[in-house]
């Protein structure tokens, strides 16, 4: 079974700041990856995912994510934070042939002026 | 842009009532799904849903919950005798395939008094 791992519980940032959350997974075969973020009171909204090409790939509010098979991860990036980044952050596998999203524990982030 | 709507946002019920989640999945999708998050938790999955039958579901749907989808366009979910530790955020997706990305809704606060 598919399982996902967020090291990073928490995580504040200044403004303007650079900001790699970190994303471990762990699946025998190449996974489907995702980020998903969580303002306070609402859903969880797509950010980017990885199937397969290219490992770098882009997402909404320019953040970016590098899928890293010899590291099993998949960290999400992204170069200057904004106030409203403020979140929290939740990494998901997919597995082929199965329907469900494993979800990582969430990481949140608060961002600091 | 097209999304998920979920009603009500918030419920609050009597342990033992029954109660019904409701979904509109985005109106191309096929694909629809329930996850769950207790507070402070993880999500978890609860069940897919396709062609008008049940195509993966987890440890935690068990016969208590029930999925439905009654005409067209909504998706529910059913808890028949709700107890305490059902209390948690009900969040609805829908996807094209099964393998694509799923859509999240902004959930449903469920609270078991």
């Known amino acids: 079974a598919q399982s996902v791992t967020q090291p990073d519980i928490h995580i504040t940032v200044s403004e303007g700041a650079s900001l790699e959350l970190r994303?471990?997974?762990?699946?025998?075969?190449t996974p489907y990856l995702f980020w998903y973020v969580q303002s306070p009171g609402q859903g969880l909204q797509l950010l980017l995912k990885y199937f397969s090409g290219d490992t770098l790939v882009q997402g909404?509010?320019?953040?970016?994510?590098e899928f890293k098979r010899s590291q099993s991860s998949f960290n999400l990036r992204k170069p200057s934070v904004h106030w409203s980044d403020a979140a929290e952050y939740f990494c998901a596998v997919g597995a082929a042939g199965r329907r469900a999203l494993t979800f990582g524990s969430g990481t949140r982030l608060q961002v600091q002026p | 842009e097209p999304e998920v709507t979920q009603t009500p946002s918030h419920q609050v019920t009597q342990m033992?009532?029954?109660?019904?989640l409701r979904c509109v999945p985005i109106s191309n999708?096929?694909?629809?799904?329930?996850?769950?998050?207790?507070?402070?938790?993880?999500?978890?999955f609860l069940v897919s849903f396709y062609n008008n039958e049940i195509s993966e579901k987890s440890e935690i749907f068990d016969d208590q919950f029930s999925v439905e989808r009654p005409d067209g366009s909504n998706f529910t979910l059913k808890i028949r005798s709700t107890k305490l530790e059902d209390s948690a955020?009900?969040?609805?997706?829908?996807?094209?395939?099964?393998?694509?990305?799923?859509?999240?809704?902004?959930?449903t606060r469920l609270l078991v008094l």
């Open chain 1, 23 to 29: 994303c471990n997974y762990s699946y025998g075969a």
């Open chain 2, 16 to 20: 033992g009532q029954e109660v019904i």
């Open chain 1, 60 to 65: 909404i509010k320019g953040f970016e994510a």
């Open chain 2, 29 to 44: 999708h096929l694909y629809f799904y329930w996850y769950r998050q207790i507070l402070g938790q993880k999500v978890e």
């Open chain 2, 89 to 107: 955020m009900y969040f609805c997706a829908s996807s094209e395939s099964g393998m694509e990305t799923q859509y999240f809704g902004p959930g």
